[in-house]
């Protein structure tokens, strides 16, 4: 698709388990981030990605969240030992570069019960 | 102070007038500006972005920025009920590593 796509669009999971969210950016964006958007709050930056490296993890909420990027495309992010305050829709971005405008998929709204 | 600041609103307006959303940031060094549109439920979507003092018109959109100010805002001319949103402000700061700074958003409503 010409799309930034995430997978699964909806995540129901039970408190201690691990998740595992996907993203697919637009083709040639080499700049891919990762945003959390809590129920009637704002969005909060969770890390970026140029090409395969993150220069910057320290936006990531804390050592059970974690995420990769791989081959420059498809870059997951995993939650591990999810707790409640971790539900939110988790959406990713691409652009061409940090400066350039991002594109946003249709996120991954999760919920742990 | 907060990096990206925004009235919540909600801000009303009758439909056919302007509307105008404002937005200002703390960072000096900020130099990509960047607004998004967001229905409930939905993403972000990109309305306009500007990287230079002065205005920028798209179609009934207009950016403007004043970075001696450290003000961005946009217009909406000819207002339709289906601009009735969130209006969110992103800046990328100078320097780091990091992603859009957002601010809260404004809520938009256009009375028919």
Known sequence: GAGVSQSPSNKVTEKGKDVELRCDPISGHTALYWYRQSLGQGLEFLIYFQGNSAPDKSGLPSDRFSAERTGGSVSTLTIQRTQQEDSAVYLCASSTNRDQPQHFGDGTRLSIL | ?112
């Open chain 2, 1 to 112: 102070q907060k990096e990206v600041e925004q009235n919540s609103g909600p801000l009303s307006v009758p439909e056919g007038a302007i509307a105008s959303l404002n937005c200002t940031y703390s960072d000096r060094g900020s130099q990509s500006f960047f607004w998004y549109r967001q229905y409930s439920g939905k993403s972000p979507e990109l309305i306009m972005f500007i990287y230079s003092n002065g205005d920028k018109e798209d179609g009934r959109f207009t950016a403007q920025l004043n970075k001696a100010s450290q003000y961005v805002s946009l217009l909406i001319r000819d207002s339709q009920p289906s601009d009735s949103a969130t209006y969110l402000c992103a800046v990328v700061k100078g320097g780091g590593a990091d992603g859009l700074t957002f601010g809260k958003g404004t809520h938009l409503i256009i009375q028919p």
